[in-house]
């Protein structure tokens, strides 16, 4: 019995201490910050600077919390700097927005006229005013000579021909069609088939000429379950791209592995891909001179030609 | 080359403990001459409700203490090698009269049945006697006897107490929130939990508001809890156990409550249907939370309900009885309040059981179970749901007991028909078989084997077969106890076991919110779950009224499913296969005194799950990773304290518990692909992606809780009135449930959250 008494009498005071403890610390609450503050993660840039091009854009955003940006601009100043001669162009922002089937979404990209030379290497900075910058630097591939386009006669294969290119990392068929379904209706559509992805490309080893075959139709057939003769080439234009190895090796990737951040970014202190390249868009057709030979078509929107 | 040396591990241990059983089994036998086995049950007199860990002691004329044992969990005593002469018998249990009596043993018989009924009411027996035969004195490593009063101790905003709550408050036994009814104990998963109601198993046992599961005090008789380390007894699941006994309904006379809280409302009915044959037990609760929760300006929409009907006849005046249950449940809710996802389940359980004692045989205790289990889960809109999932088990399993002189045997067998079907759309891309079935049949056996006075050696062996899925298999468990001293209450203890689970409930935890399970067998290569337990335990009584234990143990699992990463942010995932351990340290304080009680308990524990998956290379350039899983709650502590003066009750329940694993996000930006064609920026969105921080690297921040209640009983002739007032969250700490990182919304457990309650029962 006394030693009840006791054991009561010295736990009282240590309980109401506890409670006043509890009662104090739970005073305190939590200000939860789930991300993770500390990764030197500011910027994500996609894009490509093309020597071809009069205007270059490049999607910049910041690694942000939200899911989707509001469309309200950003702290942030992206400058190009030729690493050569110093030069450097500031990157004028403009905002996009487009309806994803649930919400308008906003995107921005930075242009700038400024000149991109071949050969050279810039720099791409994005930074804010609080000191936080992302880079990446690339270097641009040569010109090279505009290829020759046979279509061939009475079907729509073709075959590219050019030399000057060490590197294809892109060259696509665009086509433009319209496609007849057995009910009677008809639906246009705008393809992209990547010769570089379906391993059309053959190089010379000897003379360093390279050809790419265009043989896409049968593919688009396949794509949309519809015979050929259903469906109609509107147009069609050829889009190619030198590169070099700012343009990531792909092959031996999952799409969930390059999803990753880091797996294919070159890009310091920030994600995304900036990609250094010299491009020619031709039209779907061969060119003859007066003499009947294959020449070169006039590039429908490229420098390269000009320059040669 | 694994597999094969797991197989000769598993032969070996398997070859020695049959040999030891067996030499046992001769040895006992021939020592076993000229002394009488007294046996018999411990039950209720109202109810004939089975009363386990009941204290028998054998005393001389004397008064000088013979022979003493507990009851086992079916309510047995066996009290070996007693020889001839006149001896008094007391058995005791707190909350009900001690039983005297004096009995004669002579050699005409070799086995002496003496069953006893314990009737409701106070303890007669002074304080040092209760220490001694201490009401949980014969638990081991692992293994917790829960009653009513533990039950009604910890703080519940309702009118009764609930095991669920009560659960929750072990150290080891980590609760994610309060809501979504998910236990991790001791690092396991809660789909590798088992709850069994009088044998039925019961698939979601725990209600959608934390507090509460399918057991109200009013129904419970006691429950055994193994956190791990269970005997052979139990098989299919790799986790814990949980074998909760209903009470019996009065066979005579007739007893009721109804309370009505904030929570929730509850009625309990209980009568003869044929006075000392046989009675009826009804239970049936329904939340009131949704309602409630509207007045007070923060809306919980979580609902459930549940009924209970358990028929109860007596056979024989030796103990022999039937009962038949049935139970229903139904959850609905949403944890994120402002998402659509609705999660729903129903739980559905019949059972039979008949216990059979005989005076004459060597086999004093059989047992038969019946029963059909069924869960439905769904989620998705109310009207459509985007997943569902649902498990049918037929159960069959016979429990002997036999007595080989002072060599206890425990056998059984088992008999087990799973069917399971899901609609998930793709959800888990991995599983694409729809409608599944699972024959299964097993058998075990455990020997309790006594080497002198101080050490019982429990061998055990679990075996089963699964007809076209898996191969046949062995699962030995071994557990060893020394009682240094001789008494019940001061015990080394050891375990060490084999468990193996022919189903997977896969829970995607990418998605805390989430309470969806989706029941498969083994998705992995045919392999069932595994997990190996070891666990060394060591409890002492401190005087009188103060005890204390203290727990190690090392859990290894194998073939365990979990979401595979991704950094898109998209609805479906893959499945990989992880292997996990935890370790871990459990720490109990216990002062129980007549006015005051209290309970302290801390646990701290290390669980690591290693997986590998196909991008982990690129990702961390490591093929495995090792990562701490979303439940690993390293420290946890809880603390308990009580007062009961007179007609008052108050009850006091603070927890912590350390922050829990989660992957931290480092931001969101879309991505454009560069591969084999070069994306337009100005035509093109991208693909959103969630830049994320290696998994599961991040705390989310500490837990910490004190809920209150104070009641006061008011005697009124016939019945009593309770009323009780309390809260939960009592300084309104902001717990985090969840954070939505996609939508930058924090999802909070309970806020302050004032109930009251009114409770009438009759007198019993």
Redesign the interface.
């Known amino acids: 019995m006394t030693i009840r008494t006791d054991t009561k009498a010295n736990l009282l005071p240590v309980i109401i201490t506890a409670l006043v403890v509890m009662i104090i610390a739970g005073c305190k609450n939590d200000n939860f910050d789930p991300f993770n503050r500390e990764a030197d993660l500011h910027f994500s840039i996609h894009g490509a600077l093309d020597a071809s091009l009069d205007t270059q854009w490049i999607r910049i955003s910041p690694v942000r919390d939200d899911f989707f940006q509001n469309g309200e601009a950003f702290d942030a100043t992206v400058t190009i700097t030729n690493t050569r001669t110093g030069q450097t162009v500031t990157m004028n922002p403009e905002r996009f927005s487009r309806f994803n089937g649930e919400e308008t979404v906003y995107f921005w990209n930075y242009w700038t006229t400024g000149d991109i030379e071949a050969e050279e290497e810039y720099v791409l900075r994005v930074f804010d005013s609080e000191g936080n910058e992302s880079s990446s630097t690339v270097r641009i591939p040569p010109d090279f000579v505009t290829p020759t386009f046979d279509l061939g006669r009475g079907d729509d294969n073709g075959v590219l021909i050019g030399e000057g290119i060490d590197r294809i990392v892109v060259a696509d068929g665009i086509y433009y069609l319209t496609i007849y379904t057995e009910e009677g209706g008809a639906f246009v559509r705008k393809e992209y088939i990547s010769q570089v992805e379906g391993e059309n490309i053959t190089r010379s080893a000897t003379t360093g000429l390279y050809r790419i075959y265009f043989d896409d139709m049968v593919v688009i057939a396949d794509l949309y379950k519809v015979p050929l003769t259903r469906i109609q080439l509107d147009s069609a234009k050829i889009y190619m791209a030198a590169g070099n190895d700012s343009w990531p090796d792909v092959v031996n990737y999952t799409p969930e592995e390059l999803s990753l951040p880091h797996v294919v970014s070159n890009i310091e202190n920030g994600v995304g891909v900036l990609v250094g390249i010299n491009s020619v868009t031709l039209p779907f057709r061969s060119c003859y001179d007066q003499d009947q030979q294959l020449i070169a078509c006039e590039p429908l929107k490229s420098r390269a030609l000009i320059k040669n | 080359m694994h597999q094969d040396h797991h197989n000769n591990w598993v032969l070996k241990i398997t070859n020695v403990i049959s040999g030891i059983i067996f030499v046992s089994l001769c040895f006992g036998t021939s020592v076993a001459l000229a002394q009488v086995t007294i046996r018999g049950l411990v039950s209720e007199a109202s109810n004939s409700t089975p009363l386990p860990a009941a204290n028998v002691v054998l005393y001389t004329m004397e008064g000088e203490t013979y022979k003493g044992v507990s009851t086992d969990v079916n309510g047995l005593f066996i009290i070996n090698g007693v020889t001839k002469g006149s001896y008094v018998i007391r058995a005791s249990f707190i909350g009900f009269r001690t039983f005297t009596d004096t009995l004669e043993v002579s050699f005409f018989t070799e086995n002496l049945n003496y069953n006893i009924l314990l009737e409701e009411g106070e303890n007669t027996l002074d304080d040092i006697i209760v220490v001694e035969e201490g009401n949980k004195a014969d638990v081991d490593v692992g293994h917790i006897r829960i009653d009513k009063v533990d039950i009604q101790r910890v703080p519940t905003p309702a009118g009764s107490g609930d095991l669920a709550s009560y659960i929750q408050t072990l150290p080891g036994v980590v609760s994610t929130g309060d809501r979504g009814g998910n236990l991790f104990i001791r690092g396991g998963m809660p789909t590798e939990n088992m709850t069994l109601i009088d044998g039925a198993l019961v698939y979601q046992p725990f209600h959608i508001i934390g507090f509460f599961s399918v057991f109200p005090e009013e129904i419970v008789s006691t429950a055994d809890f193994y956190a791990g380390g269970f005997g052979p007894k139990y098989s299919g699941r790799t986790s814990s156990v949980l074998d909760v006994k209903l009470r019996n309904g009065d066979l005579y006379k007739r007893n009721f409550s109804a309370s009505l809280s904030s929570f929730l409302s509850q009625v309990y009915f209980e009568t003869p249907l044929k006075k000392g044959k046989s009675s009826l037990m009804i239970s049936a609760r329904r939340s009131l939370i949704e309602e409630s929760s509207e007045l007070y300006g923060n809306p919980q929409p979580l609902s459930f309900n549940s009924q209970m009907v358990k028929l109860n006849k007596v056979i024989n005046d030796q103990g022999s009885n039937c009962s038949a249950l049935f139970m229903r449940t139904k959850d609905q809710g949403k944890l994120d309040y402002s998402g659509n996802d609705v999660f729903r389940w129903n739980n559905l359980v019949l059972g039979g059981k008949c216990v059979a004692l005989s005076q004459e045989s060597s086999v004093p205790y059989v047992d038969i179970n019946l029963s059909i289990s069924h869960l439905n889960n769904e989620v998705g809109d109310i009207e459509d749901p985007e997943r569902q999932s649902a498990i049918t088990m037929f159960h069959t399993q016979i429990n002997i007991v036999q007595m080989i002189s002072s060599i206890r045997l425990e056998y059984g067998f088992t008999t087990t028909i799973r069917w399971m079907n899901y609609e998930i759309n793709d959800y888990f891309a991995d599983l694409n078989t729809k409608r599944q079935a699972i024959l299964g049949s097993g058998a075990y056996l455990q020997s309790v084997i006594p080497l002198g006075k101080k050490i019982e050696l429990k061998p055990g062996i679990n075996a089963s077969l699964f007809l076209f899925r898996y191969g046949a298999t062995v699962d030995p468990r071994v557990q060893v106890s020394y009682k240094p001293r001789g008494r019940k209450d001061e015990e080394l203890s050891a375990v060490v076991g084999l468990y193996r689970q022919p189903i997977s409930g896969i829970i995607d935890f990418r998605d805390a919110g989430s309470a969806f399970t989706l029941w498969t067998p083994a998705p992995f290569d045919g392999e069932q779950l595994l997990a190996k337990h070891a666990m060394v335990g060591w409890r002492q009584p401190i005087?009188?009224?103060l005890s204390y234990s203290v727990e190690g143990y090392m859990k290894w699992m194998e073939e365990l499913p979990v979401s595979t990463w991704?950094?898109?942010?998209k609805f479906n995932t893959s499945i990989s296969v992880a292997d996990g351990n935890s370790k871990g340290v459990d720490v109990n304080l216990k002062?129980n005194?007549?006015?005051?009680y209290?309970t302290v308990g801390y646990g701290y524990v290390i669980t690591e799950y290693t997986t590998y998956q196909?991008?982990f290379n690129?990702?961390y350039g490591v093929d495995n990773l090792t990562y701490n899983p979303p439940h690993d709650r390293r420290h946890q502590l809880n603390?308990q304290?009580g007062f009961d003066f007179k007609t008052f009750d108050l009850n006091?329940q603070?927890s912590y518990g350390s922050g829990l694993p989660?992957t931290?996000?480092?931001?969101?930006?879309?991505?454009?692909?560069?591969?084999?064609?070069?994306?337009d920026?100005?035509e093109e969105?991208?693909?959103?992606?969630?830049?994320l921080?290696r998994p599961f690297d991040?705390r989310?921040?500490?837990y910490?809780r004190?809920n209150v209640s104070v009641e006061k009983s008011i005697d009124l002739n016939t019945v009593w009135m309770k009323l009780q007032a309390g809260a939960i969250n009592?300084?309104?700490?902001?717990n985090?449930f969840y954070?939505d990182?996609?939508?930058?919304r924090?999802i909070d457990q309970l806020p302050f959250f004032p109930f009251a309650s009114l409770k009438v029962e009759s007198k019993r």
């Open positions: 005087g009188g009224k991704s950094s898109i942010a002062y005194g007549d006015v005051f209290s196909e991008l690129t990702w603390a304290m006091i603070w989660f931290r996000p480092i931001g969101f930006d879309e991505y454009l692909e560069y591969g084999f064609s070069q994306p920026v100005r969105y991208g693909t959103p992606r969630i830049i921080d991040g989310m921040p500490e910490h004190l009592t300084y309104d700490k902001q985090i954070f990182i996609y939508t930058q924090r």
